[in-house]
């Protein structure tokens, strides 16, 4: 696979080496489930060479290569620190950091009991469309769809989503799990259009930052003194709230890809313009 790091200057030479600008993937860098936009890439680029970037979501590796690498190119050379699963799965220039999982976490008896109880509660729903895949397994977290990881994109995607914002079904869904699970300790935090995450209490986004703050005690590594981090779900209980809040932070809410590439253009100086006829 084809990588983007040659021309990158090492984290220690950058122009403003004390800074490290994250970003939440779906509805910050790209649209909701859609390829990011080449301009928006080039906008990065630009920015990768004044400070240190990286992206985290809970999505897995896979999906993040799907939406962020573009022509073959390895997600892992295209940002400097890649926070997959909220970090559990973690890149540093393109090479592995310590993982963690769920399971070995929360054991496979109470893993089975958690999950029996969801797929009876979908089962028992009456919303308008159901597709599949309704539960996630992921190394860090699951991830529960009350329509199903797959519903198409452009459709019904879109017209859960709507539905959804009606009628509460992931709200509800998961107000009724922590009833029936009060002393699980878990953290369950809705995100994208149509699941919600699940994982235990800390295993958020701000996860990612003990991999930041260790960068410190690296022999070649960077103090981080100023931690930027653009998300759209920063409302509570959306997936990007913690970290968005989180006083080691400086958080942007933004409300698409569009919004964010604006909020670079006017913190850096960045020359770059976002151009995406899909981000009216």
Same mark, same amino acid.
């Given at each position: 696979m084809a990588t983007g790091t040659s021309v990158i200057p090492p984290l220690n030479e950058r122009p403003i080496k004390n800074t490290i600008? &994250?970003?939440?993937?779906?509805?910050? =860098?790209?649209?909701a489930r859609q390829l990011v936009h080449p301009t928006m890439l080039q906008l990065l680029s630009e920015l990768r060479h004044k400070v240190a970037i990286g992206f985290v979501g809970g999505s897995n590796l896979v999906k993040q290569q799907e939406q962020l690498g573009a022509?073959? *190119?390895? *997600?892992?050379?295209?940002?400097?620190?890649?926070?997959?699963e909220n970090? &559990?799965?973690? @890149?540093?220039?393109?090479?592995?950091l310590a993982s963690q999982?769920? $399971? !070995?976490?929360i054991g496979? #008896?109470? @893993?089975?009991? =958690? *999950?029996n109880w969801m797929l009876h509660y979908i089962a028992d729903l009456d919303i308008p469309k159901k597709r599949g895949t309704f539960v996630e397994f992921r190394a860090g977290m699951i991830n529960v769809s009350p329509i199903g990881r797959n519903?198409?994109?452009? *459709?019904?995607? #879109?017209? @859960?989503?709507k539905y959804d914002l009606e009628h509460?079904?992931?709200?509800?869904? $998961?107000?009724?799990? !922590?009833?029936?699970?009060? #002393? $699980?300790?878990?953290?369950y935090s809705i995100g994208g259009q149509i699941s919600f995450d699940v994982f235990p209490h800390g295993w958020d986004k701000t996860y990612c930052l003990k991999h930041v703050e260790e960068e410190a005690n690296r022999p070649d590594g960077v103090k981080f003194t100023? $931690?930027?981090?653009?998300?759209?779900?920063?409302?509570?209980?959306?997936?990007d709230y913690e970290m968005y809040e989180d006083s080691r932070v400086t958080g942007h809410s933004v409300k698409s890809p569009k919004d964010t590439a604006a909020g670079l253009r006017e913190i850096f100086g960045l020359a770059t313009e976002y151009k995406d006829e899909r981000d009216p």
């Open positions: 600008v &994250l970003f939440d993937v779906d509805g910050t =860098l790209t649209l022509n073959g *190119v390895d *997600v892992t050379s295209l940002f400097d620190f890649c926070f997959a970090g &559990l799965t973690a @890149y540093r220039m393109g090479q592995p999982t769920f $399971i !070995q976490w496979e #008896d109470k @893993y089975k009991k =958690l *999950v519903a198409t994109t452009k *459709v019904e995607r #879109d017209e @859960y989503e509460k079904v992931r709200a509800t869904m $998961i107000e009724a799990l !922590q009833k029936e699970f009060p #002393d $699980i300790g878990l953290t100023t $931690i930027h981090f653009f998300g759209d779900k920063t409302f509570k209980g959306g997936n």
